[in-house]
């Protein structure tokens, strides 16, 4: 699933093509596209609308429309915005945005798990603090683990929160830091010398700056690098990113720990397969 670097590298190429144009045409070619709402609809409130910026908000690609509003997409596993790409395979094209200027772009997800909405821009500018059940994911992201406000200070806070949260479950939870995939959190883990399994409350002052400076690292590596395409992602030109080949222990099981040697191991955390070298990361105590 594209995280944070290749969601914000899809956004930043985005913003350099398709801001300043009108939208004239929003063709949905699978019927749970845009749902809950119908795609007649979407299409109606994206008729004449012009795309003023684009940007990243977690996981999603927004594209603020005049009025107020943004298109939100979610790419999820295999989704892919594609702009000016000639061989897409036309089977897996589940959408397309159509310009007045006769250019369009086009949405394909081989396995049907993306997502478009349009909604009002303002749920997208809080950090989580109001969130309600049932609302939906893109009203209720946590802290942007890039923007000024994730500081130190704030993640010793969150894990005061939530002490007794494995660590690397918390770095997934969208709801509490916004955009930190399975990826990026086993490399930063993996750089800070912290066991994915450790408890949030368990991190001394030391581990929790080690923690911030390597969440920051590895995302800001990802974006430098154009994200990692371990399989499905390209950005919206239909390149593959380069992280891939920076990755020091993600499906690198049996391999030596860059650091010290060790084979590095592979275990299942939350569900999620996940990669950690035993002497670097030591298991926390029962």
């Given at each position: 699933?594209?995280?944070?670097?290749?969601?914000?590298?899809?956004?930043?190429?985005?913003?350099?093509?398709v801001?300043?144009?009108?939208?004239?045409?929003?063709?949905?070619?699978?019927?749970?596209?845009?749902?809950?709402?119908?795609?007649?609809?979407?299409?109606?409130?994206?008729?004449g609308r012009?795309?003023s910026?684009?940007?990243?908000?977690?996981?999603?690609?927004?594209?603020?429309?005049?009025?107020?509003?943004?298109?939100?997409?979610?790419?999820?596993?295999?989704?892919?915005?594609?702009?000016?790409?000639?061989?897409?395979?036309?089977?897996?094209?589940?959408?397309?945005?159509?310009?007045?200027?006769?250019?369009?772009?086009r949405?394909?997800?081989?396995?049907?798990?993306?997502?478009?909405?349009?909604?009002?821009?303002?749920?997208?500018d809080?950090n989580?603090?109001?969130?309600?059940?049932k609302?939906?994911?893109?009203?209720?992201?946590?802290?942007?683990?890039?923007a000024?406000?994730?500081?130190?200070?704030?993640?010793?806070a969150l894990?005061?929160?939530?002490?007794r949260?494995?660590?690397?479950?918390?770095?997934?939870d969208?709801?509490?830091?916004?955009?930190?995939?399975?990826?990026?959190?086993?490399?930063?883990?993996?750089?800070?010398?912290?066991?994915?399994?450790?408890?949030?409350?368990?991190l001394?002052?030391?581990?929790?700056?080690r923690?911030?400076?390597?969440i920051?690292?590895?995302?800001?590596?990802?974006?430098?690098?154009g994200?990692?395409?371990?399989?499905d992602?390209?950005?919206?030109r239909?390149?593959?990113?380069?992280?891939?080949?920076?990755?020091?222990?993600?499906?690198?099981?049996?391999?030596?720990?860059p650091?010290?040697g060790?084979?590095?191991?592979?275990?299942?955390?939350?569900?999620?397969?996940?990669?950690?070298?035993?002497?670097?990361?030591?298991?926390?105590?029962?």
């Amino acid at each position: 699933m594209p995280e944070l670097p290749e969601v914000e590298t899809i956004a930043r190429q985005l913003r350099g093509l398709v801001v300043d144009r009108t939208i004239s045409e929003f063709e949905s070619r699978w019927v749970r596209l845009t749902e809950p709402e119908p795609a007649e609809v979407v299409g109606a409130r994206l008729r004449g609308r012009r795309i003023s910026d684009v940007r990243r908000r977690g996981k999603f690609v927004v594209f603020d429309l005049d009025g107020g509003e943004a298109l939100v997409v979610s790419l999820r596993m295999t989704g892919k915005l594609l702009y000016g790409v000639e061989d897409v395979d036309e089977r897996y094209v589940r959408g397309e945005i159509r310009f007045a200027d006769g250019t369009a772009l086009r949405f394909s997800d081989t396995r049907k798990f993306g997502r478009m909405a349009v909604i009002d821009a303002s749920t997208l500018d809080g950090n989580g603090e109001t969130r309600r059940p049932k609302m939906p994911l893109h009203a209720s992201l946590g802290q942007e683990p890039l923007a000024r406000g994730f500081t130190v200070a704030w993640l010793r806070a969150l894990l005061r929160r939530r002490p007794r949260a494995a660590i690397k479950v918390l770095l997934l939870d969208q709801r509490a830091i916004a955009g930190i995939g399975n990826i990026y959190a086993i490399e930063a883990l993996w750089r800070a010398r912290i066991h994915p399994l450790r408890k949030a409350g368990s991190l001394r002052a030391d581990e929790i700056a080690r923690l911030h400076e390597a969440i920051r690292w590895a995302l800001r590596k990802g974006i430098r690098l154009g994200g990692a395409s371990p399989s499905d992602y390209v950005d919206a030109r239909g390149n593959k990113g380069r992280m891939q080949r920076e990755f020091q222990v993600y499906a690198r099981a049996g391999e030596p720990c860059p650091r010290c040697g060790r084979a590095i191991v592979r275990s299942v955390v939350g569900g999620r397969g996940t990669f950690h070298c035993p002497r670097c990361q030591r298991v926390p105590r029962a």
